[in-house]
């Protein structure tokens, strides 16, 4: 008898490394069908968590990681690195006279009344930063060449004392490369241990001090993050997988292993991006090209205005800041991000009473060890998760679909003694209290990121995911004055998605200031020819067909004798004088959107110039989940009746308290299905509370629909 030939591979997965759980979902793209998993992370060793949520997936579908096409992973490794300080011992060589800069920063105080201010502490201490003869003018011309006997010297010493790493950054080095080049080809040869970045490959744009806080970070995290992927590449392998492993960068693009490898500091934000990519997708398909996407898991709330169909791209942001929420306190990193805003506030964020006798919430998290009380792993303090089971609004025998029995008596006892006790509260009071802060912290976040950016969150569904996410999105919808709130099946582990709808794309920079009265459009044309050359190259060697890579371009403009630029988008074709109106008319209406006005009568003058390349867009479509016992499919013929599993007492203000609230099955409820508030649908991952009054309807997409009243 002969065996029968292994089955083709054709899933793709998308794994996700959360504070508190790590998610999974792994699609059929044939024919949409889809499973989908969670399981704690486990901080000490994390690949094991990605182990576990693959095996505990697919085995019980009938499937293997042989049948895995694609995997798409992203990580809160380098960022944790950063906040720990658990990257290489790294040097700084820089051009004589600036070893300081990254110290002086832009000699700004991000907060003008604090007398006490502490400054973000570089990841390269002073005694390891060093000064080397060079010099290059803006003009990219050498007025003093590079001495390399003096760079061997440095390199062979550093060597010698135990340093793992170098970053290089030389003055105006984003106009003529040489010099650093120069360096890294004589580390090389007299120590080839030393690993090496270079500003003009990590991040080859003006403005010394950003790029050199991104160089170092790169070069500091580097060895760690290549460590780990190729050591989850090697269990993978154990488990079977022949497939495509990729990483999720902060931009929205995903990126084979060996380049993620090179530009570790681009995985910084690459879970949180890839939720708004998911909001991203689920919006446009369901007809809604403006949404404000709301992620809140066990650590943090993260918030993305999505405008005309595409998540908000930063060019700029900050980590490890002093001050969470302080614009300023953190180092600077000069790379494309999916702009949002992040909050300490999630499932695990503790509660506490302060010494003036308040009430707070968060920003530190119980996290996945020891978790919230009810959790049972040995967790004191209480948490948002605490309250939300004290209020009716968890089900404590079916969470995570009752593999993991929440102890609601231990969560009571919590909320008693640490809160409810020294407030002179009753216990649901003080729960209540918890939910209400954290609700209303992440809606004053929400308004103003929304405001700062042009936008109006009255105007701007709210589509909400993540583990507690739709606990909170009716109050926090309400709040904001949003017009609907939005929850998608498989809410718990919406993140992962987006991890399936992201091409393989990466994004090029060059700085070449020139006022668009005074341009050299040639030279502005052989910029963007480069960079898309260089986008080619890169795809075409990950996999992608020539015919199928987009260059996507836009300019970094601004007012002459501004500080700050916005990127506007360019046309495609050669740029000629001829276009120079229009590229001026394009500026101005992107400025006025922003600021509702235009700035003063002088010349406009680009700044940066940039090429994002892409390969396709995947196709994707989620339709039901791939086992079809009862719990987990959806009934095209289900109705509201058969999707109502019983009653439970949850508290609501609106009902002066607990009030019996009808609870839904999320897998029953099919498109068309209606019915009001109050109301708690459930599903393994998430559960959604609505309010009295609201209106619910499930879509074409099975998204619950709650129209705000």
Known sequence: MTKPPEPSPHYRVGVDIGGTFTDLIVVDPQTGHFAIGKVLTTPAAPSAAVEAVLLDTLTPNGMTTGQVQHLIHGTTLVTNAMIERKG???ALLTTQGFRDSIEIGRENRYDLYDLMLEQPRPLVPRHLRFDVPQRTLATGETLVELDEAHVARLAQELAANGLEAVAVVFLHSFTNPAAERAARDVIGRVAPSLR?????????????FERASTTIANVYVQELVETYLHGLEERLRRLGFTGSFFLMLSSGGIATVETASRFPVRLL??????????????????GYRNLLSFDMGGTTAKLCVISDGQPLIAHDFEVDRVYRFKKGSGLPIKMPVIELIEIGAGGGSIARVDALGLLKVGPDSAGADPGPVCYGNGGAEPTVTDANLILGYLDPAYFLGGRMALDLEGARRAVKQKIADPLGLSIEE??????????ETMSNAARVHALERGKDPRRFPLFAFGGAGPMHAYRLALSLGSPALLAPLGAGVMSTVGFLSAPLSFDFV???????????????NALLAEMEGEGQALLQASGVPATQITHRRAADMRYVGQGHEIPVPLPDGPLHADLALQLLAEFERVYQELYERLGPPVPVEVLNWRVVSSGPQPELRLQTAINTNDESSTDANASVSTARKGERQAYFPECNGYTNTPIYDRYRLAPGATFNGPAIVEERESTVIVGPGANCRIDEQLNLVVEMN
């Open 88 to 90: 290489a011992r790294t």
């Open 430 to 439: 003080a729960a209540w209290g918890i939910y209400q802060i954290v609700s």
């Open 269 to 286: 934000e690459s879970g949180p991006a890839a939720g708004a990519l998911a909001a991203t997708a689920y919006g446009n398909a369901a």
């Open 510 to 524: 060059r700085s070449w200031p020139s006022q668009l009265g005074q341009m050299d459009w040639a030279q502005a």
């Open 196 to 208: 090496v970045s270079l500003s003009s490959d990590v991040a080859p744009e003006i403005r010394e």
